[in-house]
């Protein structure tokens, strides 16, 4: 079997949510410029005990946090207008941004991709929602060194309307049908995988 690793992080696409209840988005946009994405999930354990021995594990998943990290989304009128959106942020009529301390977010689904050895992944993360951003401002030395643009994030599960599935997103691989259109939308449609049965099982249940 070929050995695989992934490599690094690219192709970061942000879709705002229009509505939480139905998972409809907008179009994905790309965010050039990705330095790194952390993302560390929140899974609760507990075991209740009766009869003196444990009498029930149950985990239950609860989404996650981390830190987007870029180097620029602010070079473009377009951009800053996503980020505002997303941060909540608002462009004023004159074209600057105003640092708004009452304006709600919007939710998004976030996709991003791992590049691979063998095979490459690509990761969507249905509902999400961004934080104001951190930076380091440093004066120029003998190694010029770009602004870095950290934003912490969270991630929530949702439940997949046409089928109760609940899930924090979906990954896909090379090879997989929708890896080459992965970021031309968000796509909800996840089913479970059923068991099929053989053709001479199927022979054998008809006799």
Excluded at 56 to 79: C, H, P, R, V
């Amino acid at each position: 079997m070929a050995r695989n690793g992934f490599f690094g992080v690219k192709n970061s696409h942000f879709a705002i949510c229009t509505d939480e209840d139905a998972l409809t988005y907008e179009d994905p946009v790309h965010v050039a410029g990705t330095v790194a994405i952390s993302m560390e999930p929140t899974v609760e354990t507990a075991t209740s005990y009766a009869d003196n021995e444990p009498w029930l594990d149950k985990q239950q998943d609860n989404g996650g946090s981390g830190t987007m990290s870029f180097y620029d989304t602010e070079s473009t009128a377009e951009l800053r207008q996503l980020i505002a959106d997303l941060v909540g942020y608002e462009i004023a009529q004159d074209g600057r941004t105003i640092l708004s301390a009452d304006r709600t977010p919007k939710k998004f689904a976030f996709m991003c991709e791992q590049p691979g050895h063998v095979l490459g992944r690509r990761r969507c993360l249905l509902m999400c929602q961004l934080s104001k951003p951190t930076q380091e401002l440093n004066t120029v030395q003998d190694t010029p060194e770009i602004t870095q643009l950290d934003y912490p994030f969270t991630w929530r599960p949702v439940t997949i309307p046409s089928t109760d599935i609940r899930t924090s997103g979906y990954d896909s691989f090379t090879g997989l049908a929708d890896y080459a259109t992965f970021f031309d939308a968000v796509n909800i449609e996840l089913a479970h995988k059923t068991e099929q049965k053989t053709v001479q099982q199927t022979g054998q249940n008809q006799s």
